[in-house]
């Protein structure tokens, strides 16, 4: 059972448009969220985060927000430029008795100039 | 300075082989996980260690996984008699700390790409 989704496998924007990424989650036990971007043949690289204690957090041209009752959260690029063209994973961490994060499958991003 | 470093880059074994993968965090940072990441799947959580505590090893898929991690920093990933659902690219992530919000982001690794034939 997947406790983190992204559902859409692709997104494509037009440069200097807003590109919106979504992911729902089911566990309420999740207490902190992260979005990560990864090119080919590269790890991924952490971009923003967000705390359950928050409903949005903005680093630049990114933004966070999330909606707690929803279980959902959306990263928001604006405006998108072409090297935004990535994969963009969902991931969220709850403390079990460990340390784990669930990823979400990840959305493919294409940024057209 | 330098980023999450592993080996092999890429690996093809036979089916019923043993394979070890390598994984060097960032100098300084606790907290050391392994993912895999399947063809067209997300990132699966396989094993955390932190310090010096028993590591967490509730995401290893059978018992033919095993992670040690020496002396608090290099780590191996070990699959023994591999089997073709076994290839994947295989990603290890270290993070200054265990702490969310104050260091807790992980910092990945390249991955090994394992494929097993």
């Known amino acids: 059972d997947q406790q983190v989704k992204q559902n859409s496998p692709s997104l494509s924007v037009q440069e200097g448009r807003i590109s919106i990424l979504n992911c729902d989650y089911t566990?309420?036990?999740?207490?902190?969220f992260l979005w990560y971007k990864k090119y080919p043949a590269e790890g991924p690289t952490f971009l923003i985060s967000i705390s359950s204690i928050k409903d949005k957090n903005e680093d630049g041209r990114f933004t966070v927000f999330l909606n707690k009752s929803a279980k959902h959260l959306s990263l928001h690029i604006v405006p998108s430029q072409p090297g935004d063209s990535a994969v963009y994973f969902c991931?969220?961490?709850?403390?079990?008795?460990?340390?784990?994060?669930?990823f979400g499958a990840g959305t493919r991003l294409f940024v057209k100039a | 300075g330098a980023g999450v470093s592993q080996s092999p880059s890429n690996k093809v074994t036979e089916k019923g082989k043993d394979v070890e993968l390598r994984c060097d965090p960032i100098s300084g940072h606790t907290a050391l996980y392994w993912y895999r990441q399947s063809l067209g799947q997300g990132l699966e959580f396989l094993i955390y260690f932190q310090g010096n505590s028993a590591p967490d090893k509730s995401g290893l898929p059978s018992d033919r996984f095993s992670a040690e991690r020496t002396g608090g920093s290099v780590s191996t990933l070990t699959i023994q008699r591999t089997q073709q659902e076994d290839s994947a690219v295989y990603l290890c992530?270290?993070?200054?700390?265990?702490?969310?919000?104050?260091?807790?982001?992980?910092?990945f690794g390249p991955g090994t790409r394992l494929t097993v034939t």
């Open positions: 992530a270290s993070s200054l700390t265990a702490v969310l919000g104050r260091g807790g982001e992980q910092y």
């Open positions: 566990n309420s036990m999740f207490d902190y």
């Open positions: 991931a969220a961490l709850a403390y079990t008795g460990g340390f784990k994060t669930i």
